[in-house]
């Protein structure tokens, strides 16, 4: 993937609002396919979905040049070269505890269906909790698809994390269903404009000879915080009641975005943005 600065936040937005959709629309339609075709025939239009997947990535061809790898290193040289590389960047050290607190405290997704059922919720409105979800997540993904990074975007991914806390603290402490309809899109707005500027911006910060390396950290940092969360989290929410550990993951999720906000470098960068 090209990582000119006017493209890459608008390629990897795009991406973004695919998944989304998926995720919205995939359980469905694969109730579909099972109520139309069974078991097996759902099986197996997955497996030609994934053959065709695999004949596309055969026939594209890359436009630019790879560059010939270097000499490779022993494995745990690479990966702390890696780690250092990433803990020792004034941007990439702050948007990688960026994305590890927004696994850790707004990703988990079994509160939302333990907050339904203490708030007795029915499945129906649950679902359309998730669904504003997604809607605010795409709306603002769709807007960088169309225009590109929409400001700065450190400064944008901290505010994301600022708004979607407040939407989480308002699905903890509203009354009624109808009313978590409203905090469920305020928390996809947050979650869409933190993710579509956090991305970007540290895969364009990134050096070209640590980029696989940086992104396998990444996904490592977001998988260790996701594990101990969602234990924590669950626990708690057995011990004191799933409204506090709701509250929790939104003083989290806000506050982490308050902390960005002091990182200077964060705040102020502008890369991945068009020349003015």
Known sequence: MSRAPG?????????QVGAQLITMGGGRLGGVLVGLAGLAGAALVDAVTFALVLV?????KPSQDVPAADAKRHV???AADGVRVGFGDAV???????VGAAAGFLLPV???PLLARDQHWSAGATGLVVGAQGVGMVAVTIGVVRRGPLGRPGLLAACGLIVAGL??????????????????????LGNGLFSSHISPLIMTVTPESHLSRIQALLTLVQSLSLLVMNNVLGNLAGL???TLAVAVCAA????????ALASRPLRTTRTGLDPA
């Open 56 to 60: 596309v990535l055969i026939a594209i």
């Open 92 to 98: 990439l050290r702050p948007g990688l505890l960026l």
């Open 167 to 188: 939407g989480v603290l308002a699905l903890a402490l509203v009354p009624s269903s109808g009313a978590a309809l409203g905090a469920g899109l305020v928390v996809g």
């Open 240 to 242: 004191a009641g799933v």
């Open 110 to 112: 079994m509160l939302l």
């Open 7 to 15: 493209r890459l936040p608008r390629a990897l937005a795009l991406r």
């Open 252 to 259: 989290g999720v806000a506050g982490t975005g308050l902390l």
């Open 76 to 78: 745990l040289r690479e």
